[in-house]
């Protein structure tokens, strides 16, 4: 008997830990849905911001700013390195770990000074068991992070760039490619280097000049002045909502597969609990059978 | 006659993309209304009211910098925040007025962040 029901208690557990990760992937589904959203409507803001650096330099005008223009010297670095709160999401942080580490490892062999960033508890506690020293750790972005809360990190990272005490900031961040990619990369954000236009004409069919005069108020200049910076704000928004958005996907899929092996142990389970409960009752029945001949005779 | 049409984008979603007739924008030193018609325009816009006409009704929003970009009776806003008259919260504002004024160094951000709880409170005092 003993065996039999060791077995069926082994499938009921598995059946709960099915349960359980069924009900991880439909969560993490809908929350995928409402990333994905917000996402697409952010892409909004960036096309915009894209036409209109485009329409700015079409109208003639030589973009120019200090947060375009590498520092004489690197000597002080940023990495942050955006991974998750959570775990159960499959290779989702060990990816982005790894990338952090070789970009980390890069950066210190370059520059002498690299303060290191980490947004997710999951890469803080990675970079901790390697004894890294981390700088700053952010855990409050969950799955939702609101510009305001990005705006914030961005501002700081303006402020210590225009006073010279950052030279460079990279970003190690899932990039979310499409729904069955998604892929860790690098970036380097600051200096923003160029800044990235739409193509004159891409808006809408209507445009086939594309030599209109803008009345620009105040001055060209001070509207280059808002837009770098609102650029660079959008993008490392942009990354936070893509790690956000693959993440649910990651531990979407992550969810999915311990579903179906959950699913297939409890086949196995099953016929093999059978097995010993027939044998069982095989043996039970030739002892009864045994007794009762012992008896006649 | 030509109809505007009003696009307003924040980072985190479109808040409005509809028609419009008239269109008033506060730009960093003032107001700029906009009719059908209006020369191609980038504007720099400052921290207070948009108004958007259509038919009978006006639609006022708080906005919170960016830019506006008039071309082709088209006038995308693109903002930092946009947030529509009745649901400014009073006491975030009051609250970050108060903050910024007890601050002693009169950085720019200190004036920005006053000019921004300013112009909520005398919206949403005007609704």
């Given amino acids: 008997m003993a065996k039999a029901r060791a077995l069926d208690r082994r499938r009921k557990s598995i059946r709960s830990i099915r349960k359980i990760t069924r009900t991880m992937e439909l969560i993490s589904t809908a929350r995928f849905r409402k990333a994905m959203d917000r996402a697409v409507a952010a892409s909004a803001y960036t096309k915009r911001i894209m036409s209109l650096v485009g329409h700015l330099s079409t109208a003639g005008l030589e973009v120019h700013h200090p947060l375009l223009e590498p520092h004489a010297e690197t000597s002080r670095a940023g990495l942050l390195v955006i991974s998750a709160n959570r775990g159960l999401c499959g290779g989702y942080n060990s990816s982005i770990m790894r990338q952090g580490f070789a970009q980390y490892k890069l950066l210190k062999a370059d520059v002498p000074n690299v303060s290191l960033e980490i947004v997710g508890k999951r890469g803080i506690s990675a970079f901790r068991f390697r004894k890294y020293e981390i700088a700053e750790r952010f855990t409050h972005f969950e799955d939702k992070p609101t510009f305001a809360e990005v705006e914030v990190l961005a501002n700081r990272y303006l402020e210590l760039y225009r006073t010279g005490k950052l030279d460079r900031l990279d970003v190690v961040y899932t990039k979310f490619e499409s729904l069955g990619r998604q892929r860790a990369v690098v970036e380097t954000l600051l200096p923003l280097g160029q800044l990235e236009s739409a193509p004159a004409g891409t808006k809408g069919g209507s445009r086939e000049d594309s030599h209109v005069q803008y009345e620009l108020l105040p001055t060209a200049a001070s509207i280059v002045d808002e837009v770098v910076p609102a650029s660079f704000k959008v993008k490392l928004f942009k990354c936070f909502l893509d790690a956000a958005v693959s993440e649910q996907i990651a531990r979407r899929v992550a969810m999915k597969n311990a579903t179906?092996?959950?699913?297939?142990?409890?086949?196995?389970?099953?016929?093999?609990?059978?097995?010993?409960r027939q044998s069982q009752i095989t043996g039970e029945l030739l002892e009864i059978i045994g007794g009762a001949e012992a008896l006649n005779k | 006659m030509a109809e505007l049409h009003c696009i307003v984008v924040t980072p985190e979603k479109t808040v409005r993309d509809e028609p419009a007739e008239f269109v008033t924008v506060t730009l960093f030193d003032g107001e700029l209304g906009i009719a059908p018609g209006h020369s191609p325009l980038i504007g720099r816009l400052g921290y207070g009211e948009m108004r958007v006409r259509h038919g009978q009704s006006t639609t006022r929003f708080y906005i919170e910098g960016g830019f506006v970009e008039v071309e082709n009776?088209?006038?995308?806003?693109?903002?930092?925040?946009?947030?529509?008259?009745?649901?400014?919260?009073?006491a975030a504002a009051q609250q970050q007025l108060d903050t910024a004024t007890a601050q002693e160094a009169k950085t720019p951000e200190r004036q920005a962040a006053i000019d921004q709880a300013r112009a909520q409170l005398q919206m949403a005092r005007r609704a």
């Fill in chain 2, 73 to 90: 009776n088209v006038v995308s806003v693109l903002t930092n925040r946009a947030v529509a008259a009745d649901k400014i919260d009073i």
């Fill in chain 1, 260 to 276: 179906e092996n959950a699913g297939e142990m409890i086949g196995s389970l099953s016929i093999a609990y059978n097995r010993a």
